[in-house]
């Protein structure tokens, strides 16, 4: 139970001051129990209106600071680690959706150039994804870069995570503990088939959130999960309090792959690395667009992209829940491109000058989306 905030704090007097601090929660192999990793978790300082992250971020969001306190509880979880007895192989961070393309401090730039003795993960939520998918793939390019990863966290909330997982392919995906707590609904059983696809065909691996019981234990991972993490294993803390680390914990993730997330070239250039183009006739855009609006209906999770403002009738009625529709103020390289993803699936459309190639395979449409959402904010 929460105890009685008994200190007014401002939001402004606490950026100022720096009173940020991190505690951390361990992650661990469901197998085994040894800790992979450390997850941060922002607090603000005990027993002010501050201290707890929902009255901390909404504050800052009301102020229109919330890129300032998202840095300042980044550069204070990674200042913990870097004086931690023990550094753990693998250190979680949060970050905002809204802030993605916020530069970096000086002195976050010099520690990564430095290339820390761990591997950060930064988590973002889906929230991210329909919103800023443009902020969010140039996001995961620099964090490749440094040789770091992305996690895509509470999978399962919103159907919508699901469609852009084939996009993003985050090095963790992390099961949501709705999930966890409720597994044998039709939505769960949805969402652990798609992420164990996901995670079989892209080497992701997948943390299941929440775990407070042996029965939660035991449903992660009947539901695929090899990493958790949960109050049956460790309460938020001091760093001080884990001392001893699975020292392969970060070679199990997937490397890091610099360009990924931005394929280099036109939607047409990369479709024809995968797939010769060919001579376009009448009736081939067309034809082209019938299948891929009827690729969508048949998905409950997709994701539409549509590179020209001409195509706008295309997106009439494809517009639900799990699928999100995006349309480009402009072409991209002057080509008329369309592409659809979702689990397991893929179909993109890229017609220049006299020429046009259809791809029907689901990495090469996936790069396809990558190059046009990589236009969009």
Known sequence: MRSVPTIDLTIGALLEERR??????????????????LEALARGPAGTTLE?????????????????????????????????????????????????DRPRSPWLMDLFAARPPFRTILEYTERALP?????????????????NGIALDDVGVDPMSLAFLPILEPE???????????PDTEHSRTVAAVVRTEAARTGAVVIAEGIETEEHLATALRLGARWGQGWLFGRPGPIENVRHFDPA?????????PGFHQPMGTPFEVATRSRPARQRV??????????????????????????????AGLLQG?????RAVVLLDQPVGGEFVAAVVGPGFGY??????????????LPTAAAVSRVLLSHTA
């Open 20 to 37: 940020v601090r991190s505690v951390f929660q361990p992650i661990v192999d469901l197998s085994t129990r040894t800790v992979m990793g």
């Open 348 to 361: 993109a459309m890229c017609a220049r000058d006299s020429a046009m190639v259809t791809v029907d395979d």
């Open 249 to 257: 914990g970060a070679e199990m993730l997937r490397g890091s792959r």
């Open 172 to 182: 963790v995906i992390k099961i949501d503990m709705s999930v966890i707590r409720d």
């Open 131 to 147: 919103t800023v998918p443009g902020s969010m793939l140039r996001l995961a390019r620099t964090v490749q870069v440094d040789g």
């Open 282 to 311: 009448p009736g081939d855009v067309e034809a082209g667009l019938i299948r891929l609006r009827e690729t969508a209906i048949d998905h409950d999770c997709a994701v539409v992209v549509v590179s020209h403002p001409g195509l």
């Open 318 to 322: 494809l517009a639900a829940p799990g």
């Open 52 to 100: 707890f992250p929902d009255r901390l971020f909404a504050a800052a969001s009301e102020a229109g600071r919330l890129g300032e306190l998202d840095m300042l509880c980044f550069e204070r979880a990674m200042e913990s680690v870097l004086v931690a007895p023990v550094a753990p192989p693998l250190l979680f961070a949060n970050s905002e959706p809204g802030v993605m």
